[in-house]
């Protein structure tokens, strides 16, 4: 039902969509805001397995929104309510858990479906129902956000033209902005993406090597050198973005997804890593001391201790005197008629509204692609396999707010050499 519905004529005329976003949480509501600003979504549903958590953040957007009851995992459950839908729009994990149940869903109910998974494991298991997707006309839009997403569409404008492609970075980080005034400073919602990101530095992570996926280690010292600037050390993390751009295109040999941040905060991860590692603590139990640590400057009893609480204080400032990557960027080195070429590409500023709002803007500007026909494939894909990175970037420059590294109009900063 909901594959006629988005495409049965252009939603820039009377065609309108029904939508469920799942999740009620820091990503979910700020998608929520997102979506209901869109003249086309007739019907907003928030579903979330706290009802209490979805009608409070439907009670904020107008008629148009309604609260769900919804546990993800009950598969009734969640074809009963996208029967209904054109577009089902996840935020909820673990993705590693939820996720697939939640495409299977989608698909068996001819529903469109776009996410913000950011684990290359349930990125692999979600992109395995491409066939069974495209036989129902679902498309399916895999890690919809800003890391991945923004940057696959960055490594797109990045290798374009390289016929052979050596290496291929895309990382991400603060971008060296003071503390943005429109990022909300409570951290409610933000210990899930805290534990995602500690889980994916304790353990081996996917990397592509000498044309291979391999296992490389996180946290790894990487010296990255745009074009025109110094050498920075950034740390890898394991992302779906060397799992995915490699896979549609081949003739990449080496790829790696890193993060920069001030040194501080680097002091607080590598002793929340010593504290599971060590099994003093768990994955979650050190999740929620760094995120108290980074948000509030509170470590609990029994956990981080030393280093951290003298680095808690400070991962809140703006450490001045270094140079940072920017927010969202991609590196490539290749050749193009037989001469080496170093390009990089990186947004022309910056996202404001923090982690949220670089997550969502970018899922909903492909939700309303998809819905204007700029999307036409089918099947389950990552971005860089099914969005045009011109249409997206030229959707996206309205949110980016232009900064001392910005150069020229567009919102793509280009570095060559």
Known sequence: MGTQAVFSASVKGATTMNVVVLGAGHMGRYAAIQLAALPFVHDLVIGDLDEEGARSVAETLGRKARPAHIDATNRDQLKAVLEEADVVVSTVGPFFRIGAAVLDAAVQMGCHYVDICDDPAPTLELLSRDATAREAKVTAIVGAGASPGISNLLALKAIEGLEEIDTLITGWGTGGQEDDPEEEPSHRGASAAVEHWVSQLVGPIPIQDDGRQVQGKPMAPTSIRLPGSAPITAYTVGHPEPVTLPRYFPAIRH?????????????????????????????????????????????????????????????????????????????????????????????????????????????????????????????????????????????????IVRDSTSDGEGPVRFLNE
Not at 364 to 389: K, N, Q, S, Y
Request: include cysteine; glycine fraction near 12%; aromatic fraction near 6%.
């Open 255 to 399: 790829s790696i997804n890193v993060f920069d941040m001030p040194r501080a905060v680097v002091v607080l991860l590598e002793e929340t890593i010593r504290s599971v590692t060590s099994g003093r603590l768990s994955v979650s139990e050190a999740s929620r001391q760094l995120t108290g640590a980074l948000y509030d400057g509170q470590i609990g009893p029994g956990g981080m201790r030393g280093a951290v609480r003298a680095g808690a204080a400070a991962a809140r400032e703006r450490v001045t005197g270094k140079d940072y990557l920017p927010q969202i960027f991609a590196l490539a080195t290749g050749r193009r008629a037989g001469r080496r070429e170093t390009r990089a590409t990186a947004l022309n500023g910056y996202i404001p509204g923090g982690m949220a709002a670089a997550t969502c803007i970018p899922t909903t500007i492909m939700l309303t692609m998809l819905a204007e026909d700029e999307i036409d494939r089918r099947g389950v894909f990552a971005p860089e396999a099914g969005v045009d990175p011109d249409r997206f970037f030229a959707r996206l420059a309205p949110h």
